[in-house]
């Protein structure tokens, strides 16, 4: 983060006998979890425009307070506004950071299983805003030409639910990304069962069978879903 500031009295916007005088801390004050932590503000003078620039770089979101003084005498005289209040939101989302958790470990064939994704920005920051646009890929791990997209439920809070429909019972692979950038843990494992017997889907094993007449006779029936 950057701000700029300047002396009120144009007579002496270009001074440098107080360069650095001026002082600036950082607070963070609440970031949700009650931390409370300090960080550096470097303060230069800009010869140019004859100001002072200041940057920071804060890595937790969270409301700051920017503390930005001058001292007098013994004391340090705050600057006309100071101490400011700043809030510092998370970064864009980065999918080696960002999770998912609910049912994305098992699912029945051609069933919906529901998860959800809680996007993170790269330092660990939650985020509360949506719009990232998430692919989830499901397929079978026993075969290379089966899968299915998942949809993607956008709350606009920093979360996404999920919805994927395995075709094939066994271990599929759950895969998601976000700019082709895997999530935290995927691929991910989903053992899937298989669905509720059909009769169509059904069948009597083998091609060729016959059956006699008054004696007890057998069948083999593959069941399906």
């Known amino acids: 983060s950057n701000f700029r500031g300047w002396p009120l009295d144009e007579a002496i916007s270009g001074d440098t006998i107080h360069l650095d005088k001026f002082q600036a801390t950082a607070e963070l004050i609440d970031d949700g979890g009650g931390l409370s932590s300090f960080i550096p503000v470097t303060i230069t003078y800009n010869e140019s425009t004859k100001k002072y620039d200041a940057s920071y770089g804060p890595k937790i979101a969270g409301l700051y307070q920017l503390n930005v003084t001058l001292p007098k005498g013994e004391n340090d005289e705050h600057i006309f506004g100071s101490p400011f209040l700043v809030t510092t939101k998370p970064g864009p989302s980065f999918a080696p950071e960002s999770i998912a958790f609910g049912g994305y470990g098992n699912g029945m064939a051609g069933h919906k299983s529901t998860f959800t994704i809680q996007a993170f920005d790269v330092n660990r920051n939650m985020r509360d805003t949506g719009g990232d646009d998430w692919k989830v890929v499901v397929s079978s791990s026993l075969t290379s030409d089966d899968y299915h997209v998942g949809s993607v439920n956008d709350h606009g809070n920093g ?58 006779n057998m069948i083999i029936i593959q069941a399906a879903d």
């Open 159 to 216: 979360t996404y639910t999920v919805e994927v429909t395995p075709h094939i019972s066994g271990p599929n692979d759950l895969t998601i990304t976000l700019d082709g950038s895997l999530l935290k843990g995927s691929p991910f494992r989903m053992d899937v069962v298989h669905g509720p017997v059909v009769g169509t889907s059904s069948f009597v094993m083998g091609e060729h069978f016959s059956m006699t007449a008054m004696e007890e």
